[in-house]
């Protein structure tokens, strides 16, 4: 079971942004190491707590720290690396069909662990 830390290590007033690292405890890397993320507070109700803030922070923080991990993972494997650069300078074509089959045995299932960033 993985532990999350998180470190607000700013506040911009002008903003309304705090900058708030985040790793896994088990992190190859000190927090200090990783980079800062901005939260904007500014449309936070006046009812909710500190605690409910630090909570949805980190929540949101478990995603980033997951990525961080898995990023640090890739850079270790020098097969991946390696695959990963020879796609460098390379063009793909895929028709609408080829993304988007409508029947149900020419679909694909998602490939695991692709994230937008």
């Known amino acids: 079971m993985q532990t999350l830390k998180m470190k607000i290590v700013g506040f911009d007033r002008l903003n309304s942004t705090l900058q708030i690292k985040f790793c896994f405890e088990s992190a190859k890397k000190d927090i200090d190491k990783y980079e800062a993320h901005n939260f904007n507070v500014i449309e936070l109700r006046e009812d909710i707590t500190l605690d409910d803030i630090l909570k949805a922070l980190a929540k949101n923080g478990w995603n980033i720290a997951f ?50 960033i």
């Open 67 to 116: 990525q961080q991990s898995a990023a640090e993972d890739i850079a270790e494997d020098n097969d991946k690396v390696t695959k990963f650069e020879s796609l460098i300078s390379k063009e793909f074509s895929y028709s609408e069909q080829d993304l988007f089959a409508i029947q149900a045995s020419d679909e694909q299932p998602p490939v695991e662990g692709l994230m937008v």
